[in-house]
């Protein structure tokens, strides 16, 4: 039983801390209507970051500050926002998909420096050996049994997604978040308004970013490890799919997004590893992987509002 | 005798429930010269579109000669025997006067006796052929924009403000050239911005406001009418483009 | 340091071959196609069953032509190749994209083309494995053309490029010369303008499809051919052919091509200084250069 539920407890904590990520893509694509096709890379470079700073010093390998985790994350997600801000600036006066593009890249660069840079990064093997947020004291309390701090470090977690969460609906709600809106529906409009869509997308953008920077900060101090497979692909995949179903727009449809996907997605390894015959298992990734391009399809196809549509819409257009 | 053109009731917008034309009657004698004016925002330009099939029609009919062209696309209306000049981007600029004009002629099937006649109408286009459309000047602009859309020999040219930005020695070559292919026995319908100009060479005149017909007759009438004088052809032009 | 080189132009001549559709797409279509590159492994996946089949049922076409390890065979299964990608191509705008372009914006066919992307890659590696493949067993020799330094040529490489040049010398002859050409070339400047002169649209946006479908096949199987086939062959051109496009500016064909070249021979020449672990990160290199110097591109006039 208590195995159970310290499964659920770990299943919930890396649901929050990715319904965390996909509440700042909803302020980048749902609010704003800007298209970040590397969600893996803000997530990754918040991770990375984190780990430098306040990971422990290891023979050979640059980093290891041994911060404390407030200062490590808040460098995480400052890193984040620089990134963001340098492509914001270049790509969000061209065409739209320029940043699509541009993120995209952003993703694939910092996984090959990921990869090679050994020195910085670790290279393959990643980095490990973070000293988790007040984890002697908590263990201690719990007498010795790790359970108590998974407790502690889920609620911290899903402390930060309802701060995030209230945050952005304060944000979304307010004369700025209209004004976001406006730009996303007639930038003309908007425009004539005397709003600056360039200033306002890059702002948009930059908070998202940050946000998902957070999010692998929590990620590393979550699994005491990061390493490249954490920038791959697969992630902004992953992201987009938990949007798109739970409803692009809506910050409670992010969020319940999040925690669908992620169940789907772990119960759907499960089933594979169970079921699949022995010489399937080398395909249940490319599996699960056509399965969340379907679900991004499907969703696209026959139901673009997602479970919980954006609702603020109509209130925003009077 | 019939009308080449006859438009009736139509209605037409780009935003479904909000028609810009709202049940606009016209017709256009065979080989005439009819000219529609009216302020800005009456619906002129839309008119010549939803005609030419380029916006979407949601009441109302067109006829061509008596036969029903409403919602026709656009690329088709050419072989139906319509063509439709542009008032701005009416010319590919990045092709040659020629790869312009071959494109016009790829369904016409005397295409090199065709392109002959259009470059003995305009010798200027016949000399730059080979030039890129982007180095001709206003005034070629729009007589390469006019031989393209006479390419396929049509029975009834539509053409948007043919004399927008041209000097006015220039814009008035322009509407005499619209006048001389009613002599060759083509049937124009355009809008103007430039009143006086055009009902001196236009047969009969419709007025356009508020996408609603406004009022109609002989250019001559128009242009003598006190009323329609001291709105469109006053010290103050209306909308000047 | 010229082996790098060489081989760069031959990357840059597949990489080339693929940009020319994604720009016409892109620009047509107005949408940044995360699927695209998967045509590439579509076409030497669809060339590398064809020419067993063929080579199964008629064996004396399994020979190569010496010094290259072609046959006929595979010519031909690369023809068959060509047909297969681009009427894939069509048949994804038909079920997906061409649905979502009729009630959406066109940031949501990136979107869609990232969905579309999974797929293709996944089911490719379910029906054919993780593992790398070859046209070929034989083994090409490869032509000192230089001891020191030392330079290695194989014949496949020359026919590759050559053949490689060949298909855009038509296609450019197809658009300076041919009045379906100047009908894809009017699309491109003025869709609108095009319909009035007579052009379907739905009609180019199929031949677009196909065309672009039929030169990613053939790049597929140029880049299979000096090298092997994986079901990440799509994922790792991808970024090459969104650069070659964006340095040629979006809608540009010739500008696609130079892009692809460029793109090509500057991964190439990266060896040279940068572990090769670092290639895969060149063409973003390229394109935050393009984007901080010059943002539409050498040839581009497209605006946001």
């Given at each position: 039983?208590?195995?159970?539920?310290?499964?659920?407890?770990?299943?919930?904590?890396?649901?929050?801390?990715?319904?965390?990520?996909?509440?700042?893509?909803?302020?980048?694509?749902?609010?704003?209507?800007?298209?970040?096709?590397?969600?893996?890379?803000?997530?990754?470079?918040?991770?990375?970051?984190?780990?430098?700073?306040?990971?422990?010093?290891?023979?050979?390998?640059?980093?290891?500050?041994?911060?404390?985790?407030?200062?490590?994350?808040?460098?995480?997600?400052?890193?984040?926002?620089?990134?963001?801000?340098?492509?914001?600036?270049?790509?969000?006066?061209?065409?739209?998909?320029?940043?699509?593009?541009?993120?995209?890249?952003?993703?694939?660069?910092?996984?090959?420096?990921?990869?090679?840079?050994?020195?910085?990064?670790?290279?393959?093997?990643?980095?490990?050996?973070?000293?988790?947020?007040?984890?002697?004291?908590?263990?201690?309390?719990?007498?010795?049994?790790?359970?108590?701090?998974?407790?502690?470090?889920?609620?911290?977690?899903?402390?930060?997604?309802?701060?995030?969460?209230?945050?952005?609906?304060?944000?979304?709600?307010?004369?700025?978040?209209?004004?976001?809106?406006?730009?996303?529906?007639?930038?003309?409009?908007?425009?004539?308004?005397?709003?600056?869509?360039?200033?306002?997308?890059?702002?948009?953008?930059?908070?998202?970013?940050?946000?998902?920077?957070?999010?692998?900060?929590?990620?590393?101090?979550?699994?005491?490890?990061?390493?490249?497979?954490?920038?791959?692909?697969?992630?902004?995949?992953?992201?987009?799919?938990?949007?798109?179903?739970?409803?692009?727009?809506?910050?409670?449809?992010?969020?319940?997004?999040?925690?669908?996907?992620?169940?789907?997605?772990?119960?759907?390894?499960?089933?594979?590893?169970?079921?699949?015959?022995?010489?399937?298992?080398?395909?249940?990734g490319p599996i699960q992987y056509i399965l969340i391009g379907s679900v991004i399809v499907?969703?696209?196809?026959?139901?673009?509002?997602?479970?919980?549509?954006?609702?603020?819409?109509?209130?925003?257009?009077? | 005798?019939?009308?080449?053109?006859?438009?009736?009731?139509?209605?037409?917008?780009?935003?479904?429930?909000?028609?810009?034309?709202?049940?606009?009657?016209?017709?256009?004698?065979?080989?005439?010269?009819?000219?529609?004016?009216?302020?800005?925002?009456?619906?002129?330009?839309?008119?010549?579109?939803?005609?030419?099939?380029?916006?979407?029609v949601s009441g109302g009919r067109v006829l061509l000669d008596g036969k029903d062209i409403?919602?026709?696309?656009?690329?088709?209306?050419?072989?139906?025997?319509?063509?439709?000049?542009?008032?701005?981007?009416?010319?590919?600029?990045?092709?040659?006067?020629?790869?312009?004009?071959?494109?016009?002629?790829?369904?016409?099937?005397?295409?090199?006796?065709?392109?002959?006649?259009?470059?003995?109408?305009?010798?200027?286009?016949?000399?730059?052929?080979?030039?890129?459309?982007?180095?001709?000047?206003?005034?070629?602009?729009?007589?390469?924009?006019?031989?393209?859309?006479?390419?396929?020999?049509?029975?009834?040219?539509?053409?948007?403000?043919?004399?927008?930005?041209?000097?006015?020695?220039?814009?008035?070559?322009?509407?005499?050239?619209?006048?001389?292919?009613?002599?060759?026995?083509?049937?124009?319908?355009?809008v103007e911005q430039n009143v006086r100009k055009a009902l001196s060479v236009a047969d009969?005149?419709?007025?356009?406001?508020?996408?609603?017909?406004?009022?109609?007759?002989?250019?001559?009438?128009?242009?003598?009418?006190?009323?329609?004088?001291?709105?469109?052809?006053?010290?103050?032009?209306?909308?000047?483009? | 340091?010229?082996?790098?080189?060489?081989?760069?132009?031959?990357?840059?001549?597949?990489?080339?071959?693929?940009?020319?559709?994604?720009?016409?797409?892109?620009?047509?279509?107005?949408?940044?196609?995360?699927?695209?590159?998967?045509?590439?492994?579509?076409?030497?996946?669809?060339?590398?069953?064809?020419?067993?089949?063929?080579?199964?049922?008629?064996?004396?076409?399994?020979?190569?032509?010496?010094?290259?390890?072609?046959?006929?065979?595979?010519?031909?299964?690369?023809?068959?190749?060509?047909?297969?990608?681009?009427?894939?191509?069509?048949?994804?705008?038909?079920?997906?994209?061409?649905?979502?372009?009729?009630?959406?914006?066109?940031?949501?066919?990136?979107?869609?083309?990232?969905?579309?992307?999974?797929?293709?890659?996944?089911?490719?590696?379910?029906?054919?494995?993780?593992?790398?493949?070859?046209?070929?067993?034989?083994?090409?020799?490869?032509?000192?053309?230089?001891?020191?330094?030392?330079?290695?040529?194989?014949?496949?490489?020359?026919?590759?490029?050559?053949?490689?040049?060949?298909?855009?010398?038509?296609?450019?002859?197809?658009?300076?010369?041919?009045?379906?050409?100047?009908?894809?070339?009017?699309?491109?400047?003025?869709?609108?303008?095009?319909?009035?002169?007579?052009?379907?649209?739905?009609?180019?946006?199929?031949?677009?499809?196909?065309?672009?479908?039929?030169?990613?096949?053939?790049?597929?199987?140029?880049?299979?051919?000096?090298?092997?086939?994986?079901?990440?062959?799509?994922?790792?051109?991808?970024?090459?052919?969104?650069?070659?496009?964006?340095?040629?500016?979006?809608?540009?064909?010739?500008?696609?091509?130079?892009?692809?070249?460029?793109?090509?021979?500057?991964?190439?020449?990266?060896?040279?200084?940068?572990?090769?672990?670092?290639?895969?990160?060149?063409?973003?290199?390229?394109?935050?250069?393009?984007?901080?110097?010059?943002?539409?591109?050498?040839?581009?006039?497209?605006?946001?």
């Open positions: 039983m208590i195995g159970v539920i310290s499964y659920l407890v770990f299943f919930a904590t890396m649901a929050g801390i990715l319904a965390i990520v996909v509440l700042g893509l909803n302020l980048q694509w749902g609010y704003t209507g800007l298209f970040n096709g590397g969600v893996a890379a803000f997530f990754g470079a918040g991770a990375y970051v984190t780990m430098l700073l306040g990971g422990r010093p290891e023979p050979g390998q640059f980093g290891g500050f041994l911060a404390p985790f407030p200062v490590a994350i808040v460098g995480g997600i400052l890193f984040a926002g620089l990134i963001a801000w340098f492509f914001g600036v270049l790509t969000l006066r061209l065409r739209h998909d320029y940043l699509a593009i541009a993120t995209f890249g952003v993703a694939i660069a910092l996984e090959s420096v990921a990869r090679n840079a050994e020195w910085l990064t670790g290279g393959a093997k990643g980095l490990r050996g973070f000293p988790r947020p007040l984890e002697a004291t908590i263990t201690a309390l719990g007498g010795g049994d790790n359970f108590l701090y998974g407790l502690f470090f889920l609620a911290l977690v899903l402390a930060v997604l309802a701060a995030v969460y209230v945050g952005l609906e304060r944000l979304t709600r307010s004369p700025y978040g209209r004004a976001l809106r406006a730009i996303r529906e007639d930038e003309a409009a908007a425009r004539s308004l005397g709003k600056n869509p360039v200033r306002l997308r890059l702002e948009s953008f930059v908070i998202g970013s940050m946000i998902m920077g957070a999010a692998g900060g929590l990620y590393v101090a979550f699994y005491a490890y990061v390493g490249p497979q954490d920038l791959a692909p697969i992630l902004t995949f992953q992201v987009w799919a938990m949007l798109i179903v739970g409803g692009a727009g809506n910050n409670r449809g992010a969020v319940l997004g999040a925690f669908l996907i992620w169940a789907a997605w772990t119960a759907s390894g499960f089933a594979l590893a169970a079921l699949a015959p022995q010489a399937m298992q080398l395909y249940t499907g969703m696209l196809l026959w139901r673009p509002q997602g479970i919980l549509p954006e609702q603020i819409r109509q209130q925003g257009r009077n | 005798m019939t009308a080449a053109l006859k438009i009736e009731a139509l209605e037409a917008g780009y935003v479904r429930d909000l028609p810009i034309l709202r049940r606009v009657d016209l017709g256009v004698e065979r080989a005439s010269l009819t000219v529609i004016i009216g302020p800005n925002g009456a619906g002129k330009s839309t008119l010549i579109k939803a005609v030419a099939g380029l916006v979407p409403t919602g026709i696309r656009p690329d088709q209306m050419g072989a139906l025997g319509l063509s439709y000049v542009p008032q701005t981007d009416n010319i590919f600029r990045h092709l040659s006067i020629r790869e312009n004009l071959a494109l016009v002629l790829r369904r016409v099937p005397d295409r090199q006796a065709r392109l002959e006649e259009l470059f003995a109408l305009f010798p200027v286009l016949a000399q730059k052929q080979a030039d890129r459309a982007a180095s001709l000047s206003g005034g070629q602009r729009q007589m390469l924009a006019v031989a393209m859309a006479l390419a396929p020999r049509p029975r009834v040219m539509l053409m948007d403000e043919p004399s927008a930005g041209l000097s006015p020695k220039i814009a008035a070559e322009v509407l005499d050239l619209a006048r001389s292919l009613t002599r060759q026995g083509v049937t124009v319908l355009l009969h005149c419709y007025i356009l406001a508020e996408g609603r017909n406004q009022m109609d007759g002989p250019a001559a009438a128009i242009l003598a009418d006190p009323v329609v004088g001291e709105i469109y052809l006053g010290g103050r032009r209306v909308g000047a483009a | 340091m010229i082996q790098n080189l060489l081989d760069g132009i031959l990357t840059g001549a597949v990489i080339s071959l693929g940009a020319i559709g994604l720009t016409m797409v892109m620009h047509m279509l107005r949408f940044a196609n995360f699927a695209y590159a998967e045509l590439l492994a579509i076409g030497a996946y669809a060339a590398l069953v064809f020419d067993r089949v063929l080579a199964a049922l008629a064996p004396a076409l399994a020979t190569a032509f010496k010094p290259l390890t072609v046959s006929a065979s595979l010519a031909l299964a690369t023809l068959l190749a060509m047909a297969i990608t681009g009427a894939s191509a069509v048949v994804v705008d038909w079920l997906v994209f061409r649905r979502i372009r009729a009630k959406a914006d066109a940031l949501s066919m990136v979107f869609a083309s990232f969905g579309v992307a999974l797929i293709i890659r996944n089911a490719i590696t379910l029906a054919f494995g993780h593992n790398a493949q070859l046209f070929s067993q034989d083994i090409a020799f490869a032509t000192v053309l230089s001891t020191d330094p030392l330079i290695l040529v194989k014949a496949d490489q020359v026919f590759v490029l050559v053949a490689a040049l060949a298909l855009m010398a038509a296609f450019h002859i197809v658009l300076t010369r041919t009045s379906f050409g100047f009908a894809l070339r009017a699309v491109a400047e003025n869709p609108t303008l095009a319909q009035v002169a007579g052009v379907r649209l739905s009609t180019m946006i199929v031949a677009v499809w196909l065309i672009g479908g039929g030169l990613s096949a053939a790049a597929g199987v140029f880049y299979t051919l000096t090298n092997h086939l994986s079901p990440a062959l799509g994922s790792n051109f991808l970024l090459p052919v969104f650069a070659a496009t964006i340095v040629g500016g979006i809608g540009s064909v010739y500008g696609a091509v130079l892009g692809g070249f460029l793109v090509g021979v500057a991964s190439g020449l990266s060896l040279a200084v940068l572990p090769s672990g670092y290639v895969p990160a060149m063409p973003f290199l390229i394109i935050l250069a393009v984007l901080l110097l010059r943002p539409h591109g050498l040839f581009g006039e497209d605006q946001a």
